[in-house]
């Protein structure tokens, strides 16, 4: 439920809402805007009688919110939410910012090449992981801390901003010494501990869709960790599992529009490991970004042929170059831009 209080309403006003909410055994949570204050309650998991409210003075309006998902709706909050993970990086404006590196953290060498390749192209933030949730127990399984020290040096080289992944509650709090955005994965999208524990951790989040969750899922998933105080939450539409495995997955891309039209949170496109195959990677990229995604995140390796996970969808230096170029072109077609390399980052 949301209480919309009125232009004049004081702060008194406003303080003698929250009280009646709290003796209601909810919490409140009050959102000043340009206009008005607007007093949300959450804790509830059906409608509220808004009886006690309705009747105080300075209450406007009263809004019952129709989603099992609160905060992250639009009709909670209407404005786009904008997500800043390092200093002019931000998802969810006119900015567009790439993301791009290797599936995972190899080797020094090869997160070095990989930052400098990638921050070249246009990128302003690395991805790469260190904690990897492979299918097989016998694959790779990542650097784990030793890959997270590597992450930080290509950081301190580039001023690249650094995206990761936890895969759980003791790694959440080690990757967050590192990352500007943490991600949780597909595999992950349902842990719920450990979205609490995100949402404790407070850092911005990236939040990739499960290979076989709804929308709505997805959207509840995020709810976890806005109502664990973290509002800094960036969707991700990576695919979904199909009956058709000429495709690794199922590029979702109405995922896009729809997010965008049920919540004010920004939504990032991921083609790499939504399409599985290089020569797909720019077509979908292309069409991510024509259909309003807020960012892409692209796996990019200095010899896939060599990579230790990911390599048939990751594109070389070069082809990331290239679509870096053409993605430009979109973007403008859709009034956005690319983000740039922000001011003081050498
Ligand atoms: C990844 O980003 O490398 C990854 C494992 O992604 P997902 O969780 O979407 O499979
Ligand atoms: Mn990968």
Known sequence: MLVVMSNGATKQEVERVCETIRAMGYSPLPMPGAQRTTVGLVGNDRRVDDSLVAELP????????SNQ???VSREWKADATIVTIAPGVSFGGADVPLIAGPCSVESEEQILESAHAVKAAGAVALRGGAFKP?????SFQGLGKQGLKLLALAKRETGLAV????????????VAEVADLIQIGAR????????????????????KRGMAATIEDLLLSAEYVLSEGNPHVILCERGLRSFDSTSRNLFDLTAIPVVHGLSHLPIVADPSHGTGRRDNVLPMARAALAAGADGLIIEVHPHPERALSDGA?????????????????????????????PVGVA
């Open 58 to 65: 300075g209450v406007a309006q009263i809004i019952h919110v």
């Open 69 to 71: 998902y609160k905060q």
């Open 134 to 138: 492979r299918s097989s127990p016998y």
């Open 163 to 174: 995206v990761t992944e936890a895969m759980d509650d003791e790694g959440a709090n080690l």
């Open 188 to 207: 992950n999208m349902q842990n719920y501990s450990l979205l609490k524990t995100v949402g404790r951790i407070g850092k911005p989040v990236l939040l």
């Open 313 to 341: 969808q990751s594109l070389t230096p070069d082809q990331f170059t290239h679509l870096v170029v053409q993605l430009r072109r979109v973007a403008e077609a859709v009034n956005r831009q690319i983000a740039e390399t």
